[in-house]
């Protein structure tokens, strides 16, 4: 299949220095993936698109590209983009020296639409039908593709013995005031954990390709979000770290169960279930494997290539 990827090559998301990788991991899945890959950056003419399939993968709506007619174009048309509850910001990127415009969940939804786009690719479904839903409708369901956010990076096995018997409290705790952290904000002043900074305010904190590396050091570590089950809940697995994770119905639908590949986190068992793993690390490496094996065998950025690889085809392509 031929397929016209459409990106901001400039997007800091989807840069190799990126303090979060996992998107450009799986942007360069699906270049491997697909037999015939063009590439597409700046405005143009769909008619002179030679493409089976159009993925706009565009993480967090940022690439404004122009291209005319492009409603018409007979390709099976994806878009791409994480975060569906948010907000229309303006500002500027410092680590890349960039103005930065991110659309809104109206916005997106209506440039879908004018695109003539079949699907919405998101890694989270709870939250797309909790923030999208009214803008898309009776078209909600066709549309979604789902698959969570996959790592593409695959560190060695080292077990639990060979660690820091410590859990890793590593995360950004400033969201703007939309509630995103605050169960994160709380536990990181619990004690008994490992506080390292987010890489945000410590440029020395290991990030982007280095990140999973730096996981690697920690017998266990946290995946606390308030609205979806961000990178961390797969990063972290992946890394063979025991994952304190906070809860939510579609992570344990993708097979992470408590106590089997995870452990759940609230506020009323937090501290009694970080002592008991700290009081004996070891007995845990059941869960830090079966959550290591679940990652590498559903969710990776392969896996996702394949995911998305395979629906096309599924359209007669």
């Not at 769909?46 to 565009?58: L, M, S």
């Not at 291209?67 to 878009?79: F, G, S, T, V, W």
């Not at 959550?291 to 085809?313: C, E, P």
Request: proline letters at 5%.
């Amino acid at each position: 299949m031929k397929l016209a990827l459409i990106y901001d090559k400039e997007d800091h998301k989807l840069q190799n220095t990126s303090y979060s990788w996992t998107y450009k991991g799986m942007l360069d899945a699906l270049i491997k993936r697909f037999e015939d890959v063009t590439h597409i950056h700046n405005d143009c003419y769909a008619e002179d698109i030679d493409a089976d399939v159009i993925i706009f993968y565009d993480v967090h709506s940022t690439h404004h590209i122009r291209i005319d007619n492009i409603r018409r174009h007979p390709a099976l048309k994806m878009e791409y983009f994480t975060d569906p509850n948010q907000n229309e910001a303006k500002g500027f990127h410092r680590q890349f020296s960039k103005e930065v415009h991110k659309l809104g969940r109206k916005q997106r939804i209506e440039r879908i639409f004018e695109r003539g786009a079949r699907y919405i690719i998101s890694p989270y479904r709870d939250g797309y039908y909790k923030w999208l839903r009214e803008f898309l409708g009776s078209d909600a369901e066709s549309m979604l593709l789902w698959f969570p956010i996959s790592p593409a990076l695959e560190p060695h096995h080292k077990p639990i013995a060979y660690r820091k018997h410590e859990v890793l409290a590593n995360g950004a705790i400033r969201d703007g005031g939309i509630g995103a952290y605050d169960f994160r904000r709380w536990a990181f002043q619990q004690p008994g954990l490992t506080l390292i900074p987010h890489w945000i305010e410590d440029k020395e904190t290991p990030a982007g390709m280095e990140y999973m590396d730096f996981l690697l050091g920690y017998a266990g570590a946290l995946a606390l979000h308030e609205m979806f089950p961000v990178p961390k809940y797969f990063e972290m697995p992946m890394a063979g770290c025991v994952t304190f994770a906070q809860y939510y119905p579609e992570y344990e639908e993708l097979g992470f169960k408590d106590y089997e590949s995870c452990v759940y986190v609230n506020k009323d068992n937090f501290n009694d279930r970080i002592s008991d793993f700290l009081a004996h690390p070891q007995d845990f490496q059941n869960v830090a494997d079966a959550g290591r094996n679940l990652v590498k065998s559903k969710y990776t950025a392969k896996h996702f290539a394949d995911f998305i690889y395979n629906k096309a085809d599924t359209h007669g392509i």
